[in-house]
T-cell receptor, first 114, second 114 residues
């Protein structure tokens, strides 16, 4: 499978714990995006990278959230001191910077904070 | 900031009925427009896209959408729906007003009954 892959698919954690999600984009894609989706809402933009540079962050991305893409390939999204409001589906997508903006999505990582 | 409105949150149709889902966006400049579909238990997939040229675009599975610039609209249509079209549909837009990312609407949950 050469699509976008995310790990883990499901994570249940207690409030206050840290969690980390990983995303492996389509190999030739140089842009990587993180979105968050809650029930009844569309995906909300969190941040994106072009190669290893983080070019834009949403105001939704509080100080407890950090994303990295150290070698311009896979990316991690870490949430520190999780809160119940962080419960959501975290979606990763990738694209070509030279493309027309179409994003290719992974299946998401569902976070439940108890 | 860019915003996208989808007016129908839940739609229930019988098989063979015609479908039209509304989508309006806020930015008045040059935009790229997308419809994504999310089938139950699956990841977001591109249904169709508009970049330029013919404002009537055709996508997969018999779907089409019409870009009306004067109305800031990109409505999705299908002449005859099937039970397998049951899914959630998201309109999305990118362009200078929204930066190098897609802004999504809140989605329309479509249920097609036999």
């Amino acid at each position: 499978d050469t699509g976008v892959s995310q790990d883990p698919r499901h994570k249940i954690t207690k409030r206050g714990q840290n969690v980390t999600f990983r995303c492996d984009p389509i190999s030739e894609h140089n842009r990587l995006y993180w979105y968050r989706q809650t029930l009844g809402q569309g995906p909300e933009f969190l941040t994106y990278f072009q190669n290893e540079a983080q070019l834009e962050k949403s105001r939704l991305l509080s100080d407890r959230f950090s994303a990295e893409r150290p070698k311009g390939s896979f990316s991690t999204l870490e949430i520190q001191r999780t809160e119940q409001g962080d419960s959501a589906m975290y979606l990763c997508a990738s694209s070509l910077a030279s493309g027309t903006g179409e994003l290719f999505f992974g299946e998401g990582s569902r976070l439940t904070v108890l | 900031a860019q915003s996208v409105s989808q007016h129908n949150h839940h739609v229930i149709l019988s098989e063979a009925a015609s479908l039209e889902l509304g989508c309006n966006y806020s930015y008045g400049g040059t935009v790229n427009l997308f419809w994504y579909v999310q089938y139950p238990g699956q990841h977001l997939q591109l249904l169709l896209k508009y970049f330029s040229g013919d404002p009537l675009v055709k996508g997969i599975k018999g779907f089409e959408a019409e870009f009306i610039k004067s109305k800031f609209s990109f409505n999705l249509r299908k002449p005859s729906v099937q039970w397998s079209d049951t899914a959630e549909y998201f309109c999305a837009v990118n362009g200078p007003g929204g930066g190098n990312k897609l802004t999504f609407g809140t989605g329309t949950q479509l249920k097609v009954e036999l």
